[in-house]
T-cell receptor
Framework: RKEVEQDPGPFNVPEGATVAFNCTYS??????FFWYRQDCRKEPKLLMS???SGNEDGRFTAQLNRASQYISLLIRDSKLSDSATYLC??????????FGKGTRLHILP | DGGITQSPKYLFRKEGQNVTLSCEQN?????MYWYRQDPGQGLRLIYY???????QKGDIAEGYSVSREKKESFPLTVTSAQKNPTAFYLC???????????FGAGTRLSVL
């Protein structure tokens, strides 16, 4: 099993819809989790950290399921500007940081 | 403005040539990192440094070298030993290894 796995997509979603994608991780001792956004040919930018209790930032909601070892990202009322690749990032107890390969999202007008 | 600056944005390397990519940060971060990203692939760690004058190999260090003589600077040299250097190179920094990483805009390296 890969350390961090994401569905590469692309997810083609109409504007205004809700979309969700997951990221699974293999190390049960992983301690910190993040979602980054990467636009085409640009650098990754932090979207949000993922807390055990779940967290919400506007239209974005991130959740952690330790029992099943996955994190999720939910985007409500999707905008054209949400089109990007979303990277899942997991940090282990030895401070090793692992980036997923990303999920591509296309919001369709 | 605080941030991470990478230069150049585009770089071309001839066969057998060493090239150096610059990374400077004014965030007062202790930790700095170099990653390589190939099309459709995740980021792979080349080298990282947690403190001045110290650095560690990442997962794909062969063919690369780094230095950390100043807190603000972490240049990466792509040596002629790196046989497949064409990629998008990203520099990042964080307060320390346990914290969120922030990225520079990247350097695209191609081979002539």
């Amino acid at each position: 099993r890969k350390e961090v796995e994401q569905d590469p997509g692309p997810f083609n979603v109409p504007e205004g819809a809700t979309v969700a994608f997951n990221c699974t991780y293999s190390n049960s001792a992983s301690q910190s989790f993040f979602w980054y956004r990467q636009d085409c040919r640009k650098e990754p930018k932090l979207l949000m950290s993922v807390y055990s209790s779940g967290n919400e930032d506007g239209r974005f909601t991130a959740q952690l399921n330790r029992a099943s070892q996955y994190i999720s990202l939910l985007i409500r009322d999707s905008k054209l500007s949400d089109s990007a690749t979303y990277l899942c990032v997991v940090m282990n107890r030895d401070d090793k940081i692992i980036f997923g390969k990303g999920t591509r999202l296309h919001i369709l007008p | 403005d605080g941030g991470i600056t990478q230069s150049p944005k585009y770089l071309f390397r001839k066969e057998g040539q060493n090239v150096t990519l610059s990374c400077e940060q004014n965030l007062n971060h202790d930790a700095m990192y170099w990653y390589r990203q190939d099309p459709g692939q995740g980021l792979r760690l080349i080298y990282y440094s947690q403190i001045v004058n110290d650095f560690q190999k990442g997962d794909i260090a062969e063919g690369y070298s780094v230095s950390r003589e100043k807190k603000e600077s972490f240049p990466l040299t792509v040596t002629s030993a790196q046989k497949n250097p064409t990629a998008f190179y990203l520099c990042a920094s964080s307060i320390n290894r346990e914290n969120i990483q922030y990225f520079g805009a990247g350097t695209r390296l191609s081979v002539l």
